[in-house]
């Protein structure tokens, strides 16, 4: 089965916001399919992921732990 389709901001503001403390959170589940992107359009709002299309933003590594910990 494949994993979850996963658009990561690579983008300065999304790192500077937090973004890179993501990448680990990330790791942790290694079926997912990620692509990373230089901006997703939402820099304000950042860091930014889009799940299966869904935007994801201000996440947090616990946030995103959780969102993707309560997948089917």
Same mark, same amino acid.
């Given at each position: 089965?494949?994993?979850?389709?996963?658009?990561?901001?690579?983008?300065?503001?999304?790192?500077? *916001?937090?973004?890179?403390? *993501? &990448?680990?959170? =990330? %790791?942790?589940?290694?079926?997912? %399919?990620?692509?990373?992107?230089?901006? *997703?359009?939402?820099?304000?709002?950042?860091?930014?992921?889009?799940?299966?299309?869904?935007?994801?933003?201000?996440?947090?590594?616990?946030? =995103? &732990?959780?969102?993707?910990?309560?997948?089917?």
């Amino acid at each position: 089965m494949r994993g979850l389709k996963l658009d990561v901001c690579t983008g300065y503001t999304c790192a500077v *916001l937090g973004g890179n403390a *993501l &990448r680990p959170i =990330l %790791e942790e589940f290694p079926d997912l %399919e990620i692509k990373e992107w230089e901006c *997703l359009g939402n820099c304000q709002n950042g860091p930014n992921i889009a799940i299966e299309g869904e935007l994801h933003a201000q996440l947090t590594p616990v946030k =995103l &732990r959780g969102i993707l910990s309560r997948r089917p």
